[in-house]
Each structure stands twice: as structure tokens, then as C-alpha cells.
């Protein structure tokens, strides 16, 4: 592998879910360090994709009322969406359902096979299909998983085994003799007692489920979805056309980072299939921790899932960015809470970072004319500033390589308090105001752009967008993701007789009232959702749901608020009541493609009888009428 590459992942993420911040963080990590990397002149590839195979995906799909592929194809949508948006720059986006992906599978499931490692036997346990595990009863007394507590289901049928307990040594060796091959160490720690307890021989095929890929020489079985799964690491990097040029670059990878709750399948699962298949194993395995919100666990049935989409459209990219990895030290767990988030932006992006931007370049327009005045001779706190800042790079490089993002990013808000510390200390608008200090002017406001200019290069792989403003403002050409750090991070390399560009505030503050409606709001939407009983697909399906076309319409008589309609469903025509009157005139219903639930029992309103009901949506006095986006025929099902 050559020294100057570096090959960042994230896990592949389940198309039975749609993102939300948990895939967020780890995405948003990845970037970062890919961000870094680049800039310290590393040749990156930075992985992220999605996991579409398995039984989970399969049942989602199914109770969806679509086929899996399509399910796919939908979500997959949604996480490219939101990774453009959050302005992840990966390389690739693997698919477990590309071709490529497909094949290296079965490649490495044969190489694994000729090696010997995988036999035919009987399985008989349980499995999750939630966190897609095997587990024994042993394991699993009360046959609820022991990491989701959900019940698991009986699986007895033929499988194929790999034989894992055959590099049970071999893997502890490795792990002992590598410090910095699990991490954190409280994971690491884990992770041994686990192998010490002894590693059994794995399952790693089904013959009860369809969606997945077949095993090469049995295609009556599927590929384990884990198996299938972890070779994505490989096989977006060519591994299927023999050990080519992409893959001998990037091979091992410096991190695959994950959340902990898929460590064991990191640092157990794959690096023995990558010891039998002869394969070098990964460099370093980065479990981090989890997120809970306002101090729940995000759970769809608690309604409580953090929609980066809308943070982000709410306040800036950024902003969020810059709260996932300032606020919680990477490897632990954290909490999402609205005031945690405000009270972090509003503190450290507007009030340091922001106000120093605006004060500084206000001071540069005003007194200098908006172009940077040339340094002169060194004084006073001079020298401390620009040993804080040479300092600044050093620190952010060793907490960089340890992953430490919380603690780069308070290094580089001490080298922002220094700089508006010298600005307070040189007091450049009293030195404006004598004619004999203009070249002292001229060096503080130097000194300080100078810094800003470090500072732009330090924060930008966290909060590109801003930093691209940020470099723009100070009159720089380019961009301060074209710069190397080590090139560019030397003092004193700001041209002088540049122009600033003061424009929009690049962090404006959140306004605390509005941020507490949006809280309440999103609170509130929570508890109305939140304690619902849930109902099973079946249920939804007892439902008949159907397109109709409203053929005419009349008011009832002495009612206010009631039309009677006449409404075509496709096999029949039938007369209907709704109280809509308030809010539609009845030649405004003619014609309209509604939905109507055909098989609600009839009622009896004012004398007439409504066989059916047409949904709406909205209160009592602003009713509107749920219509069809599309061209469609009466009688269609709704589903
Ligand atoms: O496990 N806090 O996919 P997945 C922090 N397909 N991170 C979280 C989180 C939370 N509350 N929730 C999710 C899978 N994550 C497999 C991976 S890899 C070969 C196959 C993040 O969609 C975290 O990184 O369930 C976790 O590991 C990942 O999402 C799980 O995503």
C-alpha cells in the first residue's frame, strides 16, 4: 500500500430505514478525517453506500407492497440527497445490489471455500431479523436478542459454516500485538473477552429467504447479509478483477469507523474472512457511541428521530456539522437536545468565530480602505499570537490522528479567543485615531487577518461551506480546501495589498424565541404521535381504500355544513355525505379525483344515506380535499 494513501469508510446503511442523525455522525466523521487527510497531501478514498440485501429489507419491502429492489432504489435516493447536503465528499457510494459488489461476494465466498474454512452443516438456533444476528439459547435465554431485546425466531434449516474458531488465536494475537487496531480501548477491552470466550463457526447461509446473493456453487443458499456485506470495503476497490491498482493502493483500510453497535461484526467477523482469504486486515476499527435525543432512545415508535433534513434547512449545514463533533467526545455516547444545539451554535460560531470575523474586516474596511496593510516590525503580543497559531497546527495533527475531534476543535476555538484577546489587548481603534501609530495600525491588523487566515485552514475540513466564506472574505483566491497544510500553514503568508470582501454574517445567531417555537413544535408532534397504539400492515390492509371521481355535487338542505356527493368508485356510483360545505362550493368538488373508503359501514346523515367517506385533511374551517397528483382511473386502489 503506498504511504500517502489513506481509505476512510462508514458502515453501508440499511434501505429499511430512511437517514436520520445517527448515520449522520458517522458520515459527517468520515468526511472530516477525509477532509483532513487531503489537506495534509494524503491520496484519499473516502467509502460510504448502503446495505440492501438481507431479511430485514426483504420483510420492510414486502410490507411496503413493493419488491425489495425498488425499495432500494427509493431510499438509496434519500441518503445520496442527504449526504450531497450535508456536503460529504466521498469518493465512491457502493450498492450491495451493483454488479461489482455481487461478484467480489461471491469471488471472496469461493476463495474462502477453496481455503478450506467453509463446510455444510445443520443450523439450529435463533436469529434476530432486526440487527440480522445469530444467537444461541444459551446465549439468548428468554430467545429475546441480546442486543435489541426484541424477539428472536427459531432457524433450523442447512447452512454453510465458516470456520471461525479456527482464528480465534490468531485473532487475539493480533489484536494484543495492535494497540490501536480497536478503538476505543473500553471497545478493545470488549472485544477480547469476547474472543477469550471462545469463537464458535458461523452460519453464513440461508435457504429460507430469497433477497440476497446466491452462493456460488449452491445457489439454493444466500449469502449471510453480514458476509455480504462486509466484502463492500473491498469490492469498491476492484477487488473482483484480481488484487488491481486501486486495491493494492487503499488495501487495508486506515478506519472503517462504526457505531458500537456493529463492533463485533468489524472486529470479529471480518478480519478472520479476511485472514482466511489471505488477506491483509484493516488498520484500525473506530466504534463510536451512541446518540440518544433529548435523553431517549431515537426509536421510530417513539416518534423521536432526528430529521437532519430539517436541522439543516432550519440553520445551515454547518452548524450541525460542527455540534456532532464538538459536543460529545468521539467513542462516547451523546445527547441531541434543541437547547444543547442552540446554546453551542450561538456560543462558539457566532459569537467567537463570527464576531471575529465581523469586527476584524470592519476594522481592515474602515481604517485600511478594505486592503490588508503590510506587517512591520514585531511587538508586544505579536510574537505570542504567531506561536499560538504554528502551536495550533501541531496540536490539531496529533488530535486528528487520535480521532479526538472534540478536543482539535476546542484547540482551535483557544487559537480564536487568542486572536480576539490580541484585538482587545492592541486596541487597533484607539491606534486609528493617531497618525503616528498607522504602522502599528497596520502590523495588529495584519496579524489578526493572518490568523483568521489559520483559523480558516484549521476549521475547514469541519465547516467547509463557512470556510470557503470565510477565505473568500479575507480577499484569498481559491479555495482553503486547494491548500496543503504544510505549505500553507506557515506565518506570515498572507499577501499583503489584498482586498477584504465584508459581506453577509457568516454565522448568524439563532434567535432564541424563534428556536423554542420550533422545540415545542417538534415536541409536541412527538407527544402527539408518541403513545399511539400501532397498527400491523394487515389492519392498514382491512382498509379499502379507492380513487373516485366526484360526478356531482349539492348542498343538504338547512345543514351548513354538508354536501351530498355523487361519486364514481370504477364499479358503481355511490351517494355520499361530507361535511365540507364551509370550505368548498359544491360546483368546486365537480370533477376532482378524491379517495374514498369504500367499505366503511353506511350512515345515515339528515335522511340521506353516505355509503363511504371521502378523506380530508386539515380542522373544522380549513378542510382540504386528499386528491390525486396523478392521471388515474376511479376504482384504482389506494394502498
Ligand atoms: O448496521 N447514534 O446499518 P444501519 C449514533 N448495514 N450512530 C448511529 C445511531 C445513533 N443513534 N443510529 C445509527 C448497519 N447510527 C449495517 C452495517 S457495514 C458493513 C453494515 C450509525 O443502517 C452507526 O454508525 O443499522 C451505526 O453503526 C450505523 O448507523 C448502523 O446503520
Known amino acids: 500500500m503506498a504511504v500517502d494513501s489513506f481509505y476512510v469508510t462508514t458502515p453501508i446503511y440499511y434501505v429499511n430505514d430512511v437517514p436520520h442523525i445517527g448515520h449522520a455522525y458517522t458520515t459527517v466523521a468520515a468526511d472530516v478525517i477525509a477532509r483532513y487527510k487531503r489537506v495534509t497531501g494524503k491520496k484519499v478514498y473516502f467509502l460510504t453506500g448502503t446495505d440492501e440485501h438481507g431479511q430485514k429489507v426483504e420483510r420492510t419491502a414486502r410490507e411496503q407492497g413493493e419488491d425489495p429492489q425498488q425499495l432500494a432504489d427509493r431510499v438509496v435516493e434519500r441518503f445520496k440527497e442527504l449526504w450531497q447536503k450535508l456536503n460529504i465528499s466521498n469518493d465512491d457510494f457502493i450498492r450491495t445490489t451493483d454488479p461489482r459488489h455481487k461478484k467480489t461476494v461471491q469471488t471472496f465466498f469461493q476463495k474462502v471455500f477453496d481455503n478450506g474454512d467453509i463446510y455444510l452443516g445443520d443450523y439450529e438456533g435463533l436469529y434476530c431479523v432486526p440487527c440480522e444476528t445469530f444467537w444461541t439459547e444459551t446465549q439468548a435465554p428468554d430467545r429475546n436478542c441480546p442486543d435489541c431485546e426484541r424477539p428472536t425466531e427459531v432457524v433450523k ?4 459454516f465458516f470456520r471461525m474458531s479456527k482464528y480465534q488465536d490468531r485473532l487475539l494475537k493480533h489484536i494484543e500485538e495492535n494497540p490501536d487496531f480497536i478503538n476505543p480501548v473500553g471497545r478493545r477491552n470488549e472485544i477480547i473477552s469476547f474472543v477469550k470466550s471462545g469463537l464458535r463457526d458461523l452460519s453464513i ?9 446466491k452462493v456460488p456453487a449452491d445457489p439454493g443458499h444466500i449469502i449471510y447479509v453480514w458476509f455480504d456485506a462486509l466484502v463492500n470495503y473491498i469490492s469498491a476497490l476492484g477487488y473482483e478483477n484480481g488484487e488491481g491498482e486501486k486495491f493494492e493502493g487503499f488495501w487495508p483500510a486506515d478506519v472503517h469507523l462504526i457505531g458500537k453497535d456493529i463492533l463485533r461484526f468489524h472486529a470479529v467477523y471480518w478480519p478472520t474472512f479476511l485472514m482466511s482469504a489471505g488477506l491483509p486486515v484493516p488498520k484500525k476499527i473506530f466504534g463510536h457511541g451512541w446518540w440518544t435525543v433529548e435523553g431517549k432512545k431515537m426509536s421510530k415508535s417513539l416518534a423521536n428521530v432526528v430529521e437532519p433534513n430539517r436541522l439543516i434547512d432550519e440553520y445551515g449545514v454547518d452548524p450541525l456539522r460542527y455540534f456532532l463533533l464538538r459536543e460529545v467526545p468521539f ?8 437547547q444543547a ?12 468565530l463570527g464576531n471575529l470575523f465581523n469586527r476584524a474586516l470592519t476594522m481592515v474596511d474602515r481604517y485600511c480602505d478594505s486592503e490588508i496593510p503590510p506587517p512591520a516590525a514585531e511587538e508586544g503580543p505579536d510574537q505570542a499570537l504567531k506561536e499560538k497559531a504554528l502551536q495550533t497546527f501541531g496540536e490539531v495533527d496529533e488530535l486528528m490522528e487520535q480521532l479526538a475531534f472534540d478536543r482539535a476543535l476546542k484547540s482551535i476555538w483557544e487559537l480564536i479567543g487568542a486572536v480576539n484577546k490580541y484585538i482587545d489587548e492592541t486596541s487597533p481603534w484607539a491606534l486609528a485615531k493617531k497618525e503616528g501609530d498607522k504602522e502599528r495600525l497596520g502590523t495588529v491588523l ?3 487577518a493572518e490568523a483568521m487566515r489559520m483559523v480558516t485552514l484549521l476549521v475547514n475540513p469541519f465547516i467547509p ?3 470557503e466564506k470565510m477565505w473568500a472574505q479575507l480577499g484569498m483566491e481559491g479555495k482553503p480546501d486547494q491548500q496543503t497544510l504544510s505549505e500553507a500553514g506557515r506565518w506570515g503568508l498572507l499577501p499583503a495589498g489584498i482586498r477584504v470582501n465584508p459581506g453577509e454574517q457568516i454565522f448568524p445567531r439563532i434567535d432564541e424565541n424563534r428556536a423554542r417555537e420550533i422545540s415545542v413544535k417538534v415536541e409536541k408532534e412527538m407527544v402527539d404521535t408518541k403513545g399511539q397504539e400501532l397498527i400491523s400492515f394487515e389492519e392498514f390492509q382491512k382498509m379499502d381504500l379507492r380513487v373516485g371521481i366526484i360526478k356531482s355535487a349539492e348542498k343538504v338542505e338547512k345543514a351548513k355544513k354538508l354536501l351530498k356527493l355523487r361519486v364514481d368508485i370504477g364499479t358503481e356510483e355511490r351517494t355520499l355525505v361530507a361535511g365540507m360545505a364551509q370550505c368548498y362550493e359544491p360546483e368546486d368538488m365537480v370533477n376532482r379525483k378524491v379517495v374514498v373508503v369504500v367499505n366503511l359501514e353506511p350512515a345515515t346523515i339528515r335522511g340521506i344515506e353516505s355509503q363511504g367517506m371521502i378523506l380530508a385533511a386539515g380542522d373544522e374551517d380549513n378542510i382540504i380535499l386528499v386528491t390525486m397528483a396523478g392521471d388515474i382511473e376511479p376504482g384504482a386502489k389506494v394502498r
Open 205 to 213: 447461509s440461508r435457504t429460507t429467504f430469497e433477497w440476497g446473493i
Open 341 to 352: 444545539f442552540i446554546h453551542r451554535v450561538n456560543s462558539d460560531l457566532a459569537n467567537d
Open 465 to 467: 461551506q463557512s470556510a
Open 331 to 338: 467513542g462516547l455516547d451523546g445527547d441531541f437536545s434543541h
Open 157 to 160: 434449516e442447512k447452512s454453510y
Open 446 to 448: 495584519y496579524n489578526t
